[in-house]
């Protein structure tokens, strides 16, 4: 391999690039290493993503091995549906606020416990940062599922804790209220919940991420007077301007599927709908209706949905310097 | 030092985020890799001859699978008739297993073509009928044989028992469990109390404001379960307007909720939820939690449900409860239908797919359950009736809801209705959402009948949905 590094490229490659015999080791060589991944690749990840556009385009029950092409129909129903609509709306909002919230709440957090410490000596966390770190990873050790019960126990009327918490301290019209039933908060609980849940995590990555920065960094803003805050915003958050950005893409995408939570939370969708995300109407078109090729043309729109999302957010990232950040870093 | 290579590892984070969205998107998507491609073999029946005692020519040594939904009643009940089965037909071997996702774990094998011999379509995920029909065996030969016992099965069941599982004029479905809907409360708190057990929504309204009296709510209701409300409702109108609302219900017609009989029960139950007879917060509340507040706290005094409610409470039950059930209340004291005229019909459909392996086994297994033995542990041990008739004591095996079961198909003689239009259409999850912000005030009768109205129009101007016409 080392030999056919070519030092000053250019013309002389083509010339190294000749065929060379395809013996024994070179074919097992990319079979193994080439041709299986691929494989696998072709099998579970683009011949499912195939056959899902073609089902897409049928009117398949789901039971039986028979179906009808139906050209767009299932597409042209999709965008007259208001039901779906709505859960399309209720994800997009979902990809908006629970990943903004998470990052700066973790952000924070994470700031706190490695540079927010005392103003004197080597820059360092709060006192007892360890055991702030390992209090806010916890509900991420908790799987999806059970923090959704455990919280929709809380938000139960009159018997949950929130209910008995806000009647004691004397607001009584909290004594029944339904936070999961009332149009007003089944959203915001959710969102919460989805956070609380994600909040550790990104604390974890990002406090990763700053560790990675040379501390000499953060003394010499100190030297020139910069103070905590403006630390963070100016120094901090430059430099791991691409952990966030990946932090931004997977909680996008965990808003966009939120399906655990919300099953969890509100299995019917909420009050008026207001928690119902697509992948619930998917899997209730699917298996309660036994529409496959409808709920697949839904699967198809979700997946749309991420991947503009995920574009998006490069875009925006590149749109905003996040290339010329990079450069300065390098720089270093 | 300085990173080694910044844009190896951006590409790097590229990837990686781009990557777990193909995950993403993929398994959103896999549920859809199922539908290979299904051959369309029939059940292979190399059994053995028919006979008076092996109706359905059962192989000799044959393999019998069925898959039960294993919810309110379990499943054991049928394994007991599974081994009844076994016993006569020794050599034979005939299981059982459990599941809650009927419809998820079953679908792969109805596509492939090798469903289970027998299953218990029940559930919230059930298959919907109307997606299978032309995959199921037609159970007519099943009421024709004899019971183990030598009588002919149609003899030994309740009349009609063929109708909740006959679609399209075919019989493929063979609902095991009698089931009635009325209202449930409890006779000691009734009598310590000195109330009387409503028959209108007049009634209702009265004993509403007798239990507010008393700091008591008339009703409750779980998130899951606000459909019973709309069940009571429905049986209230049809009781009141006869077969006209019925059919119109059934054929999803324009402007079936605007019918005067929904409409004034609507403006009743209106006035119950404005005037604070709802115990508050149901819509946030989990339905067993709401339904314990009834039979449990006794914070609520009536509860609309089905039979099973008794089984499923058992363990949530005051001690001294003494659960009853009347019929479900009509709006005017003179109803088309008379008042003891009940929604009743058999539940916990069992199904043969055509293209089991064993067809005649499921059958069997049908039979064995449609015995005596059987029949009479399902109705003592889960205190609810099977459609065999007349094998629940006069003492309700000690149950006073059994008993007042008994009496109310008594007294309903003939005039026993049901319908099938909402879980054919798989309707109930939108309607869950209209029924629990009506209840929870947020919306009044009008909102509520436009609601209903919608799903009900959706369906019918759907064309990709097949309908079934209902004509009596």
Request: hydrophobic letters at 45%; glycine letters at 10%.
């Amino acid at each position: 391999m080392t030999q056919e590094a070519v030092p000053d490229g250019g013309p002389k490659r083509s010339v190294v690039r000749r065929r060379r015999p395809l013996t024994f080791d070179r074919v097992s060589f990319m079979v193994v290493f080439l041709g299986v991944p691929l494989a696998v690749f072709v099998i579970f990840v683009v011949s499912p993503f195939v056959q899902a556009l073609w089902y897409s385009l049928t009117d398949w029950s789901g039971f039986s091995s028979g179906m009808n092409f139906v050209g767009l129909d299932n597409y042209v129903k999709l965008f007259h549906d208001d039901i779906f609509l709505k859960a399309v709306r209720n994800n997009v909002l979902l990809a908006i606020v629970v990943p903004i919230v998470t990052i700066v709440l973790s952000l924070t957090l994470a700031t706190l416990v490695t540079i927010g410490g005392s103003g004197t000596g080597t820059v360092r966390g709060l006192k007892n940062a360890g055991f702030y770190r390992i209090v806010s990873f916890f509900p991420y050790v908790i799987p999806a599922i059970v923090i959704g019960l455990i919280w929709a126990q809380v938000f139960t009327p009159s018997s949950g804790i929130l209910d008995a918490v806000l009647s004691k301290i004397g607001l009584s019209g909290f004594e029944n209220y339904a936070w999961l039933g009332d149009a007003r908060t089944a959203m915001p609980a959710s969102m919460f919940v989805m956070i609380w849940g994600a909040v550790g995590f990104y604390m974890v990555l990002f406090i990763a991420a700053i560790r990675g920065i040379d501390p000499s960094v953060f003394e010499a803003a100190r030297i020139d007077g910069a103070g905590r805050f403006r630390t963070a915003i100016s120094l901090t958050v430059p430099l791991i301007r691409d952990n966030v950005q990946t932090a931004y893409v997977y909680l996008g995408i965990a808003a966009l599927d939120a399906f655990v939570y919300m099953q969890a939370l509100n299995p019917g969708g909420g009050p008026q709908n207001s928690t119902l995300v697509m992948p619930q109407q998917l899997f209730t078109t699917a298996f309660s209706k036994g529409q496959f090729g409808y709920s697949t043309a839904m699967g198809v729109v979700l997946a749309a949905v991420t991947m503009l999302f995920a574009l998006v957010v490069f875009t925006v990232n590149a749109l905003t310097g996040g290339r010329d950040q990079r450069k300065v870093k390098v720089r270093r | 030092m300085t990173t080694p290579n910044p844009l190896s590892r951006r590409l790097f984070l590229q990837r990686a985020a781009v990557g777990t969205l193909l995950a993403t998107g993929g398994s959103t998507l896999l549920a859809a890799c199922a539908a290979g491609g299904g051959d369309d073999k029939t059940g292979s029946n190399t059994g053995a001859d028919k006979s008076a005692d092996n109706p359905f020519g059962l192989a000799d040594k044959a393999t019998v699978e069925a898959i039960i939904f294993n919810g309110g009643y379990g499943y054991d009940y049928v394994q007991f008739a599974a081994d009844i089965a076994q016993k006569k037909w020794a050599g034979s071997s005939f299981k059982v297993a459990p599941s809650t996702q009927i419809a998820q774990q079953l679908q792969p094998r109805f596509v492939g073509g090798n469903p289970p011999d027998l299953i218990d379509n029940s559930g919230a995920n059930q298959i919907g009928f109307n997606t299978i029909l032309d995959q199921l065996s037609p159970l007519d030969d099943i009421f024709e044989a004899n019971n183990y016992e030598g009588t002919k099965i149609a003899d030994t069941l309740y009349p009609g028992a063929k109708i909740p599982g006959t679609f399209d004029g075919k019989f493929i479905a063979m609902n095991y469990v009698l089931t009635l809907y009325g209202l449930w409360y409890s006779d000691s708190l009734f009598k310590e109390n000195g109330w009387e057990p409503p028959k209108t929504y007049d009634d209702l309204l009265d004993l509403g404001a007798k239990a507010k009296a008393k700091g008591k709510y008339l009703f409750a209701w779980g998130k899951e379960a606000a459909t019973y409300y709309h069940t009571m409702a429905v049986d209230g109108a049809i009781k009141e307007g006869g077969d006209e609302v019925r059919l119109a219900l059934e054929n999803l017609k324009e402007n079936c909720w605007s019918m005067p009989q929904f409409q004034g029960i609507f403006a009743a139950l209106e006035k119950m939820v404005k005037a604070g007879y709802f115990v508050p917060g149901g819509a946030g509340t989990q339905f067993t939690a709401a339904q314990a507040k009834w039979s449990n706290d006794q914070q609520a005094i009536l509860y609309p449900s089905g039979s099973w409610i008794e089984n499923e409470m058992k363990k949530a039950t005051k001690a001294g409860f003494n659960m009853k059930g009347i019929p479900e209340p009509t709006l005017t004291a003179n109803p088309k239908l008379p008042y003891e005229s009940l929604r009743s019909a058999a539940g916990e459909p069992f199904i043969i797919p055509a293209k089991g392996k064993n067809v005649a086994g499921g059958k069997e297994l049908l039979r064995a359950m449609l015995s005596k033995e059987a029949a009479t542990n399902f109705a003592k041990t889960r205190l609810a009736p099977t459609i065999v008739k007349g094998l629940v004591p006069a003492d309700g095996f000690g149950s006073t809801a059994l008993q007042s079961q008994s009496a109310m198909l008594d007294a309903a003689g003939t005039n026993i209705f049901d319908y099938q239009v909402f879980g054919l259409y798989g309707m109930n999850t939108d309607q869950l959402v209209v029924w629990n912000s009506f209840l929870s005030g947020q919306a009044d009768a009008a909102a509520l009948t436009k609601g209903l109205q919608e799903i009900t129009d959706k369906v019918r101007n759907d064309s990709s949905v097949k309908k079934i016409p209902v004509t009596k």
